[in-house]
């Protein structure tokens, strides 16, 4: 791309969050300049956690195969400081209403290459990789994009209708916006060491993971993508990360598990955990997303997760505003729906984070008495936006996936768009009007009613569901006339400025 080139969207920083984003935007049609500071991908793991929500993600921008690489998850036990079990539980969930299994663990780098693989190759994506932001001008019309390259210094300068910052936790863009961050008080030190095992295993749990707690400093172990290890030590407030990063260190910790010339180190640092968020997540043409609007500790294994929901939200309105189908305000609304999402993962992963720092063996503990419990997935409900009210229950929750009539999955014949799924006595009895009305919003209109779908509406006490093209429902029907009213809702949100409130 030239000196003064103009594409649509700018997405600056291209870890996971990135990535999905430009993957989406591509879909959509959109032309995307992807800049990242890194010239080739990080080569160790920084998030290794999945959910079933985020593999259905993948499935989205074609990457299902994906998973068969992936690592699926077991038991996770809390242990006392002498190594007493106090709490343990299932956590793996096996395959869930969306298709995929709960839980994995993946290994982000190959994730990464591939996708970046994907950008380079795509005819309306510009790379930008071993390139900094350095200047960001929103005049109203469009943004005048600066970025340095890293090996040279060279400046170019682009033109971008939106930019989106996924630059991570320390991101430029949001410190050139000028957003506040809002601090949910669980701020710890980690040290984290991943390690390729050359040899076997056997003195570790396999795919268990396990937390100790109880310690000065609480520590952690889990299978990341196999083979790979991770063990984890939480630093005190008076603890030297230096000391704790030599590598005399990383082997005295592994020794009673692995001799120090029985793996490989790929990682030993020490990273500061933060729970923020930051406030706006939209100013002008710029907009946040990933690390950059949100972070949080890892024990709920999340923020990846919540990263790919911010693109997956992000992506389809976008398109929708660059093509002039829906005004600027819709993008209001990701900020509205996202935050109090994602804000829901931040306060539970805190609380965690800062109950591992406290934890105590409880009065009389013995070996043998603990919970065992298997843990239900959590479905925060997203906020106010592109959605029917709370009087409809199902809306602004993550829709499942259920198999059609021939096998395949929900999405795969629906794609990256609205869709209208429900009883054909239901669906087959609406107005002319809203026919054409779903017609002129591309919506998918499934014309069959499965089982799976069958008895997913009638758990949810509906008949018939409009789905938006992030997976999560817009809003359900019992009769004709309402789901007249509910499409009529739709096209009013998507064409008209929406309120957030």
């Given at each position: 791309?030239?000196?003064?080139?103009?594409?649509?969207?700018?997405?600056?920083?291209?870890?996971?969050?990135?990535?999905?984003?430009?993957?989406?935007?591509?879909?959509?049609?959109?032309?995307?300049?992807?800049?990242?500071?890194?010239?080739?991908?990080?080569?160790?793991?920084?998030?290794?956690?999945?959910?079933?929500?985020?593999?259905?993600?993948?499935?989205?921008?074609?990457?299902?195969?994906?998973?068969?690489?992936?690592?699926?998850?077991?038991?996770?036990?809390?242990?006392?400081?002498?190594?007493?079990?106090?709490?343990?539980?299932?956590?793996?969930?096996?395959?869930?209403?969306?298709?995929?299994?709960?839980?994995?663990?993946?290994?982000?780098?190959?994730?990464?290459?591939?996708?970046?693989?994907?950008?380079?190759?795509?005819?309306?994506?510009?790379?930008?990789?071993?390139?900094?932001?350095?200047?960001?001008?929103?005049?109203?019309?469009?943004?005048?994009?600066?970025?340095?390259?890293?090996?040279?210094?060279?400046?170019?300068?682009?033109?971008?209708?939106?930019?989106?910052?996924?630059?991570?936790?320390?991101?430029?863009?949001?410190?050139?916006?000028?957003?506040?961050?809002?601090?949910?008080?669980?701020?710890?030190?980690?040290?984290?060491?991943?390690?390729?095992?050359?040899?076997?295993?056997?003195?570790?749990?396999?795919?268990?993971?396990?937390?100790?707690?109880?310690?000065?400093?609480?520590?952690?172990?889990?299978?990341?993508?196999?083979?790979?290890?991770?063990?984890?030590?939480?630093?005190?407030?008076?603890?030297?990360?230096?000391?704790?990063?030599?590598?005399?260190?990383?082997?005295?910790l592994i020794e009673p598990?692995?001799?120090?010339?029985?793996?490989?180190?790929?990682?030993?640092?020490?990273?500061?955990?933060?729970?923020?968020?930051?406030?706006?997540?939209?100013?002008?043409?710029?907009?946040?997303?990933?690390?950059?609007?949100?972070?949080?500790?890892?024990?709920?294994?999340?923020?990846?997760?919540?990263g790919i929901r911010d693109?997956?939200?992000?992506?389809?309105?976008?398109?929708?505003?660059?093509?002039?189908?829906?005004?600027?305000?819709?993008?209001?609304?990701?900020?509205?729906?996202?935050?109090?999402?994602?804000?829901?993962?931040?306060?539970?992963?805190?609380?965690?984070?800062?109950?591992?720092?406290?934890?105590?063996?409880?009065?009389?503990?013995?070996?043998?008495?603990?919970?065992?419990?298997?843990?239900?997935?959590?479905?925060?409900?997203?906020?106010?936006?592109?959605?029917?009210?709370?009087?409809d229950e199902a809306a602004?929750?993550?829709?499942?996936?259920?198999?059609?009539?021939?096998?395949?999955?929900?999405?795969?014949?629906?794609?990256?768009?609205?869709?209208?799924?429900?009883?054909?006595?239901?669906?087959?009895?609406?107005?002319?009007?809203?026919?054409?009305?779903?017609?002129?919003?591309?919506?998918?209109?499934?014309?069959?009613?499965?089982?799976?779908?069958?008895?997913?509406?009638?758990?949810?006490?509906?008949?018939?569901?409009?789905?938006?093209?992030?997976?999560?429902?817009?809003?359900?029907?019992?009769?004709?006339?309402?789901?007249?009213?509910?499409?009529?809702?739709?096209?009013?949100?998507?064409?008209?400025?929406?309120?957030?409130?």
């Amino acid at each position: 791309m030239t000196e003064g080139s103009r594409v649509d969207v700018a997405i600056i920083g291209c870890g996971t969050t990135g990535l999905m984003l430009a993957r989406l935007l591509a879909m959509e049609g959109l032309s995307v300049a992807a800049v990242d500071r890194s010239r080739i991908p990080i080569g160790f793991p920084r998030a290794t956690h999945l959910d079933d929500e985020t593999v259905r993600a993948f499935q989205t921008i074609g990457l299902q195969d994906l998973e068969k690489g992936f690592t699926p998850t077991a038991t996770y036990r809390f242990y006392d400081a002498d190594w007493r079990i106090v709490k343990e539980f299932v956590w793996s969930q096996g395959v869930t209403e969306q298709g995929w299994a709960s839980d994995y663990q993946f290994y982000q780098p190959d994730w990464e290459a591939i996708n970046r693989g994907y950008t380079e190759e795509d005819p309306n994506t510009s790379t930008y990789y071993g390139w900094t932001i350095v200047g960001l001008e929103d005049s109203g019309d469009d943004v005048d994009v600066t970025v340095r390259e890293t090996s040279t210094s060279a400046e170019t300068t682009f033109k971008a209708s939106f930019v989106v910052g996924s630059d991570g936790a320390n991101s430029p863009v949001r410190k050139l916006i000028g957003a506040s961050q809002f601090d949910h008080q669980a701020t710890h030190r980690q040290l984290i060491v991943d390690i390729h095992p050359l040899v076997g295993t056997e003195r570790l749990p396999g795919r268990d993971a396990f937390i100790r707690g109880g310690i000065r400093n609480p520590f952690t172990y889990l299978m990341t993508a196999e083979p790979r290890l991770r063990f984890e030590e939480m630093l005190r407030p008076d603890d030297d990360a230096a000391t704790f990063e030599r590598s005399e260190h990383a082997y005295e910790l592994i020794e009673p598990y692995l001799a120090p010339h029985e793996y490989r180190i790929l990682r030993s640092d020490v990273y500061e955990w933060r729970s923020l968020t930051a406030d706006p997540w939209r100013v002008g043409r710029v907009l946040l997303a990933g690390d950059a609007a949100h972070t949080m500790p890892p024990h709920l294994g999340q923020g990846a997760c919540s990263g790919i929901r911010d693109a997956t939200n992000l992506g389809w309105k976008l398109g929708r505003v660059v093509r002039g189908e829906s005004p600027p305000e819709l993008l209001d609304t990701y900020e509205s729906e996202r935050k109090p999402h994602v804000t829901t993962y931040t306060v539970l992963a805190a609380g965690m984070a800062n109950e591992i720092e406290s934890m105590e063996t409880p009065a009389g503990a013995t070996a043998g008495e603990h919970e065992v419990s298997e843990v239900e997935p959590v479905r925060p409900r997203m906020g106010p936006g592109v959605r029917a009210d709370d009087s409809d229950e199902a809306a602004g929750r993550a829709s499942a996936q259920p198999r059609l009539e021939g096998g395949e999955l929900m999405d795969d014949v629906v794609g990256y768009r609205f869709a209208l799924v429900g009883d054909p006595a239901v669906v087959g009895a609406i107005d002319p009007e809203t026919t054409q009305l779903l017609g002129r919003l591309n919506v998918e209109v499934l014309d069959q009613y499965p089982p799976e779908m069958r008895a997913w509406t009638a758990n949810l006490d509906t008949a018939a569901v409009l789905i938006r093209p992030d997976r999560y429902i817009f809003g359900s029907a019992t009769t004709a006339a309402e789901l007249d009213d509910l499409v009529g809702r739709l096209g009013a949100s998507l064409n008209a400025p929406v309120s957030a409130s």
